[in-house]
């Protein structure tokens, strides 16, 4: 898939059909994530992949919306310092995902103790955000438009709204 294509047709999912995702993908997927570039190459984050299904119930009712990890074919919890380098770690796993047709939505955190003392964390363990992944309920197909097409459909500001020179 183009690059472009995939920022431009990629939204956040929340409903997963019930059908795993490979472990050749999965493993992918995360490595999209350790390839992240960041600061002096310190690689600050850990990435928890939740499979105990009693563990990933628990881990439900930590983050905003429950539903998104129950039904979730793939639960990584990012551990480490919140910023940029985190960020970039993050968008790189949902955007290997996406492009192998694989649906993800970042899920927020009310209560970050909550979520690390349920993985069971030390004091020092930061969790940043929980992603679930999945194929989605219904079927997506990205290049029924072009990416400029999907930009246009977007539900964001206009870019001469967010865009100065200076």
Known sequence: ???????????DERRYADRPVPDDLRRRILDGGRLAGSAKNRQPWRFLVVEDAALRERLADTVYEPSNIRGAALVVAVVGRAGLDAGRAIQNMMLVAWNEGVVSCPNGLPDPDATRAVLGLGEDDMVGIVLSF??????????????????ARANRKPLDEIVDAL
Do not use: I
């Open 1 to 11: 898939m183009d690059t472009y294509l995939a920022v431009a047709s990629k939204r």
């Open 134 to 151: 999945g194929y989605p309920a219904r079927p997506h197909d990205p290049d029924r438009r072009s990416a400029e097409e999907w930009s």
